[in-house]
Every structure is written in structure tokens, then in C-alpha cells.
């Protein structure tokens, strides 16, 4: 069970980077940066899950504060994202929810390293 944790969160940590990436090169004019944003922002969220899920599966104890919390900015990161490429879709363009995606990322790897 450990090794599948671990690589549960292996994947967790690519979908951050993904996030972050997906940022930088939106504002760097890459045509797929929004894209890479949105799909690692719905991999954080559900690999966040199943990741809670599989401790909860090794009776880890939990604080489940911080994962309500984790949950509810995650939550924000992926309507951020969705909000901005529907928008992008239409010929908008919706650089403070993508910086706001970006910031909220930040505190979710806060959030699960000082709490």
C-alpha cells in the first residue's frame, strides 16, 4: 500500500506542476498553456481524493481540517481554470483567474507543508 501512496502522490505533485507550468507558459504566449493548467488542475482534485482515500484505506490518522481546507481551495483552483478556458473559448481573455489559480496552488502546497 505504501508504494501505491507514494505514487498517488507522485502524480499529485506532477498535477502541481502542471498548474504552475501551465501558468508560466500562458503568459509566455503558448497556445496549450491554458489547456495544461485546466487538466492539472482537475488531476490535483481528484488525485487528492483517491489519495485521502487510500489513507483512509491504511488507517493513517488524518486531520481532516487541513483536507477540508486543501479541498475547498482546490475547489477554487479548478473553477479558476474552467472559468478561464470557457471564457478563452468564446474569445475572452481571463488573466486574473489565472493568476488567481496559480496563487490558490500556491496555498494549497502551503497549506499541506506548514499546517
Same mark, same amino acid.
Given at each position: 500500500? +505504501?508504494?501505491l501512496?507514494?505514487?498517488?502522490?507522485?502524480?499529485?505533485?506532477? /498535477?502541481?506542476?502542471?498548474?504552475?507550468?501551465?501558468?508560466?507558459?500562458?503568459?509566455?504566449?503558448? =497556445?496549450?498553456?491554458?489547456?495544461? #493548467?485546466?487538466? /492539472? @488542475?482537475? @488531476?490535483?482534485?481528484?488525485?487528492?481524493?483517491? #489519495?485521502? /482515500?487510500?489513507? +483512509?484505506m491504511?488507517? +493513517? =490518522?488524518?486531520?481532516?481540517?487541513? $483536507?477540508?481546507?486543501k479541498? $475547498?481551495?482546490?475547489?477554487?483552483?479548478?473553477?479558476?481554470? +474552467?472559468?478561464?478556458? @470557457?471564457?478563452?473559448?468564446?474569445?475572452g481573455?481571463?488573466?486574473? #483567474? #489565472?493568476?488567481?489559480?496559480?496563487?490558490?496552488?500556491?496555498?494549497?502546497?502551503? $497549506?499541506?507543508?506548514?499546517?
Open positions: 500500500m +505504501e508504494l501512496i507514494g505514487f498517488v502522490v507522485v502524480l499529485h505533485f506532477l /498535477g502541481m506542476a502542471s498548474i504552475t507550468g501551465g501558468w508560466v507558459a500562458t503568459f509566455l504566449g503558448a =497556445d496549450r498553456g491554458l489547456q495544461l #493548467l485546466v487538466w /492539472g @488542475a482537475r @488531476a490535483q482534485l481528484l488525485l487528492g481524493l483517491i #489519495l485521502v /482515500g487510500l489513507l +483512509e491504511a488507517s +493513517e =490518522d488524518l486531520n481532516y481540517a487541513k $483536507v477540508g481546507v479541498l $475547498v481551495v482546490a475547489l477554487a483552483v479548478v473553477a479558476c481554470a +474552467e472559468i478561464a478556458s @470557457a471564457k478563452s473559448r468564446r474569445g481573455a481571463a488573466p486574473n #483567474l #489565472l493568476n488567481a489559480a496559480a496563487a490558490l496552488t500556491v496555498v494549497n502546497v502551503a $497549506v499541506a507543508v506548514l499546517w
